[in-house]
């Protein structure tokens, strides 16, 4: 008999996997410049750039990639394989961007009790005006025009930070600032406290933020997200201006920036920066100092890595990164480094792992979960040319022995302090052996007519009755 409440509740559910494997199936995750925070057990992707296939008539040399508003998600709660990520696309939600994005700064934090995401800065384009410059012939075919129009997608906005809900998954605008914000810029070295302060130091302005030079900053601002409120912070010893240097907020509240670029003036070069002088801000104090690291190994001045605090709070993890800025952005060595800060000065030294590493990577994103660091996505970087091909893979680095896996499961990693051991299979072999030496022991005994039950056995019946105690 048909059970409509019962079917039609199966109907549903059907076509809720249906539209899930169809959301994840056109989901295309290859990406660099993007952003990815963790919130609870997921990790949430957002925006980014995808380079413009060669089959696209659109594609020129002043239309390499595109901009993506894309949100998805991918749930660390679960098992999963790296091969083949279950991604959860919400572009079809309120989550999707307003905007094409690239190059921003996303943390999660906000008033106590609340897990928000703050965007800070970045390229905002504005896809809609940009699709009508793609197919519009009078524009297309004339190089300078197109160059002045593509330019003008990037004044959608002169908004700074951006405010996304990830339970609500919608943007939401930041009312009742007080105080002065930040030029609008890209590429800035941006951080968020336990007590919901954001600090934002340096960056960069030029065309694709809508400014008609090209300037770094060396300004430190801090926004504080329960009174909503910018201050700048004007102290002595401030390093030189610059963008893209990686910053890392330690338990004690300084924040150590490493790498980057610099630049002497507005409308300038810019230089890479050492690696060894690692500029810190104490949030406690607000004051500037600098630590050297010792010189073991030749350390290549990079753009784009990521670096990553550990657990132990003495050693950061930094990954990728383009070199040689002039030229070509071109892979940095070594790829994977290990920065010993657990002493004075803090040391270099190239990370060793194992198993299926990532290929030369930049403009990734590196977020830190359990025991595994996921590296997501970015540009393929090489030794010769500009970066040709985007990463479209995760890689998950098991942190406790410096592994590179490639299946998730949530709480647990495949190695200890030694050598891998299933304790199960030896406890299993050791079992399996006491019951076979018990057995022989067993039989051997009986054959020597020493266990006397099944003598006893053999008695008459009479003799048994009167010797039923020696039998039990």
Not at 6 to 22: G, P, V
Not at 143 to 167: A, G, R, S
Not at 172 to 197: E, F, H, Y
Not at 279 to 292: G, Q
Request: proline share 5%; glycine share 6%.
């Amino acid at each position: 008999m048909w059970n409509l409440k019962e079917n039609s509740s199966k109907i549903i559910f059907l076509i809720t996997i249906f539209i899930i494997k169809i959301s994840i199936a056109s989901l295309v995750p290859d990406r660099a410049g993007h952003v990815a925070v963790i919130i609870d057990d997921q990790i949430v992707f957002m925006g980014g750039s995808r380079f413009i296939p060669s089959t696209n008539p659109i594609k020129s040399s002043i239309r390499v990639y595109n901009l993506s508003d894309e949100v998805f998600s991918l749930s660390l709660s679960s098992q999963f394989s790296t091969s083949n990520p279950p991604y959860v696309d919400l572009s079809d939600t309120s989550a999707r961007m307003k905007f094409g994005s690239e190059k921003g700064t996303a943390v999660l934090g906000g008033p106590t009790g609340t897990k928000n995401v703050y965007l800070i800065g970045g390229v905002q384009q504005n896809l809609t005006r940009l699709n009508e410059i793609d197919t519009n012939l009078n524009i297309t075919s004339n190089q300078t025009l197109m160059i002045e129009e593509i330019n003008k997608t990037y004044d959608m906005t002169n908004q700074f930070v951006f405010f996304y809900q990830p339970y609500g998954k919608s943007w939401l605008n930041l009312l009742d600032q007080k105080g002065t914000p930040p030029a609008r810029r890209r590429s800035t070295s941006t951080v968020i406290n336990q007590k919901g302060i954001i600090y934002i130091f340096g960056g960069r302005s030029q065309a694709d933020t809508g400014s008609p030079i090209f300037i770094c900053y060396n300004d430190l601002y801090a926004f504080d997200t329960v009174l909503l409120l910018w201050n700048q912070i004007n102290v002595a010893n401030v390093p030189s201006p610059r963008s893209h240097a990686v910053p890392v907020m330690l338990p004690n509240g300084k924040i150590l920036y490493i790498g980057g670029v610099s630049q002497t003036q507005p409308g300038a070069d810019a230089d890479l920066i050492d690696m060894n002088e690692i500029p810190v801000f104490d949030t406690n104090s607000l004051t500037w100092t600098y630590k050297y690291t010792n010189q073991s190994i030749l350390v290549q001045s990079r753009i784009a890595h990521t670096a990553t605090l550990m657990p132990n709070n003495n050693e950061i993890i930094i990954i990728g990164g383009n070199s040689n800025y002039h030229f070509h952005l071109t892979t940095a060595s070594p790829v994977f480094l290990s920065l010993n800060i657990a002493k004075e000065p803090y040391e270099y030294s190239e990370l060793i792992t194992s198993g299926d590493k990532p290929l030369p990577l930049a403009v990734h994103t590196a977020n830190l979960y359990q025991n595994y660091l996921i590296i997501a996505f970015g540009n393929i970087t090489n030794n010769l040319t500009d970066p040709s091909e985007i990463n479209s893979r995760i890689y998950l680095l098991d942190i406790q022995c410096k592994t590179w896996v490639t299946n998730f499961t949530p709480g647990k990693s495949i190695c200890n302090s030694g050598p891998r051991i299933d304790i199960g299979f030896v406890v299993s072999i050791i079992l399996g052996g006491i019951i076979v030496v018990l057995i022989i022991a067993v039989v051997i005994l009986y054959k020597m007519g020493i266990i006397g039950f099944k003598t006893c056995r053999e008695q008459p019946r009479e003799k048994r009755d009167h010797d039923d105690e020696q039998c039990h």
